[in-house]
């Protein structure tokens, strides 16, 4: 079965290169858009995208933004200049720092870390990490943070300064994507998202903030998939093969420690498996887990489903209004 299933999520990126043209080609047609924006993380999702941007309308049409803020890592922005010149598309360099600053993103942040933390200065490193749901237990976060001298400290998050923290950061994702869509009407362009298959399906993205977009390139694909692009799209190599981060918050922070279950190899396998009905005893044979575990892993994908799906939600409306209708046709 499990060989099956690795043959399952490799792709003939050729023909799914083509294919993600066209359809980006026929997207912009129906919207009556001239070319794309893409935010540039230094991350292989974006980059990908990037390189799917001008397969659809050729480099002169695409522009990229990278936009770092005092959290983000000092390597983004250079892996993120590296796609952009591989590329040969214009791009500019946005500091959100400062709009950050002005909204009280920071201030926010720190007021919930200094309720776990009385003595946290707002010079610390921090990070939150999701703890328990493989062991058996409710999944929680905890916050982490680092003292300038190397100490580490770590507590279990209260729900009103998780929510806070979250809220708080979540302003880095929003205020980036109003950035792009600025520069998408000033240039009569389209906004790009870039969320693979786990991260759609799970609801890891921010509402208005990189959950939105006018297309979605790689929605459908899982992550090794995309990782596989990137090797024919001829990225920076340390782009094609970036290990996946939030790059969130000033601790460097895998997606698996705040979000998933398991790294997002394995992620890939036990979503394509459930997607598939394959029994749970088969995925702990392949991840190396015991059956129980894969049950929990399962449930996890199912629940982040449910709880997330106000993530994918369109407005409510008090009654329809048929001649406008949600998706262009």
């Known amino acids: 079965m499990f060989k099956l299933i690795d043959e399952a999520l490799r792709l003939d990126a050729g023909a799914e290169v083509e294919r993600i043209r066209k359809g980006m080609q026929k997207a912009l047609q129906t919207m009556r858009r001239r070319g794309l924006v893409v ?25 990229g933004l990278l936009m770092p803020e005092k959290d983000s890592s000092g390597a983004s922005v250079e892996l993120g200049r590296q796609v952009a010149e591989r590329l040969g598309i214009d791009y500019a360099l946005e500091d959100i720092a400062p709009t950050l600053e002005a ?33 058996g237990g409710f999944n929680h976060f905890n916050l982490v943070v680092e003292k300038p001298d190397g100490e580490r400290l770590e507590s279990r998050l209260p729900l009103k300064a998780y929510l806070q923290i979250v809220a708080a950061t979540n302003y880095k994702q929003r205020t980036r994507k109003a950035i792009e869509y600025f520069h998408a009407d000033r240039l009569n362009y389209a ?29 459908h694909l899982y992550k090794s ?35 998933f279950s398991l790294p997002y190899d394995k992620m890939d396998l036990a979503l394509w498996s459930l997607n598939n009905d394959v029994p749970a005893a088969e995925l702990a044979s ?38 406008i209708g949600h998706a262009l046709t």
């Open 191 to 219: 906004v790009v998202g870039t969320p693979n298959r786990l991260e759609y399906d799970q609801g890891f993205f921010v509402k208005n903030g990189d959950g939105s977009a006018d297309i979605k390139p790689i929605a």
């Open 103 to 135: 909204v009280g993103c920071y201030r926010w942040r720190d007021e919930a870390i200094r309720s776990v933390f009385p003595e946290y200065d707002g010079t610390w490193k921090n990070k939150i990490v999701i703890q328990g749901g493989l062991d």
């Open 286 to 323: 392949k991840l190396g887990i015991t059956e129980e575990q894969a049950e929990r892993v399962y449930a996890d994908i199912a629940s982040k489903r449910k709880t997330t799906r106000y993530q994918h939600a369109l407005p409510v409306l008090m009654e329809a209004v048929p001649e």
């Open 225 to 259: 998939q995309v990782y596989q692009l990137a090797q024919f799209l001829d990225l920076p190599e340390a782009v094609a093969t970036a290990k996946p981060t939030t790059d969130t918050y000033s601790l460097e922070q895998g997606q698996d420690e705040f979000y």
């Open 39 to 63: 935010g540039i993380s230094g991350g292989v999702d974006s980059g990908v995208c990037a390189a799917l941007c001008v397969e659809a309308v050729g480099r002169e049409r695409v522009f």
